[in-house]
T-cell receptor, first 112, second 113 residues
Framework: ELKVEQNPLFLSMQEGKNYTIYCNYS?????LYWYRQDPGKSLESLFV?????AVKQEGRLMASLDTKARLSTLHITAAVHDLSATYFC????????????FGTGTSLTVIP | EPEVTQTPSHQVTQMGQEVILRCVPI?????FYWYRQILGQKVEFLVS????????KSEIFDDQFSVERPDGSNFTLKIRSTKLEDSAMYFC???????????FGEGSRLTVL
């Protein structure tokens, strides 16, 4: 079964600090997605990474994809409280493309 | 901005009862999905639907589950006889193309007592 693992599972960081969330996956998929989920809310699409070496940035978040290492990172720069949420990475089933496998999630708390 | 809408937002039901969760995908999307998330856990795939038929389903999607697109806009998930372990948040999603970015609805929280 395809596995998607994130670490850390829980992250508490102070405002202004930098940190990286890692997403490892076991398939050959070259597409990876990052989502944000606020408590009790839906999943909001953050980044779509479609090829090896893809890098995308939005505000204080930057995501990258290394398909050879089967690794994606979500880097947080100068964290602010509004970034507190759970972040999920997801990969497609490479055989069908119809099924996303989600990571375990990283619960981020930014402390003022 | 177009969005996926789901109803109800929260449903409480007794074990053994039938439940229907409804979704209106984004209008020009062709692929539809149901995912679920048990409280505090990761998001799990249930089923994908394209061209009026199931294209893929997971082990979770057993005979108690069914999906339907009864008209041109709604996409429904039916659970025939709910179990306690069906309690979860159910998310509908849609995409314009296969293997494309998923857009999720706000979710329907199902509580089975």
């Amino acid at each position: 079964e395809l596995k998607v693992e994130q670490n850390p599972l829980f992250l508490s960081m102070q405002e202004g600090k930098n940190y990286t969330i890692y997403c490892n996956y076991s398939t050959t998929s070259d597409r990876l997605y990052w989502y944000r989920q606020d408590p009790g809310k839906s999943l909001e699409s953050l980044f779509v990474l479609l090829s090896n070496g893809a890098v995308k940035q939005e505000g204080r978040l930057m995501a990258s994809l290394d398909t050879k290492a089967r690794l994606s990172t979500l880097h947080i720069t100068a964290a602010v409280h509004d970034l507190s949420a759970t972040y999920f990475c997801a990969v497609e089933n490479p055989d069908t493309g119809n099924q996303f496998y989600f990571g375990t999630g990283t619960s981020l708390t930014v402390i003022p | 901005e177009p969005e996926v809408t789901q109803t109800p937002s929260h449903q409480v039901t007794q074990m053994g009862q039938e439940v229907i969760l409804r979704c209106v995908p984004i209008s020009n999307h062709l692929y539809f999905y149901w995912y679920r998330q048990i409280l505090g856990q990761k998001v799990e795939f249930l089923v994908s639907f394209y061209n009026n038929e199931i294209s893929e389903k997971s082990e979770i999607f057993d005979d108690q589950f069914s999906v339907e697109r009864p008209d041109g806009s709604n996409f429904t998930l039916k659970i025939r006889s709910t179990k306690l372990e069906d309690s979860a948040m159910y998310f509908c999603a849609s995409s314009r193309v296969r293997a494309g970015e998923l857009f999720f609805g706000e979710g329907s929280r199902l509580t089975v007592l």
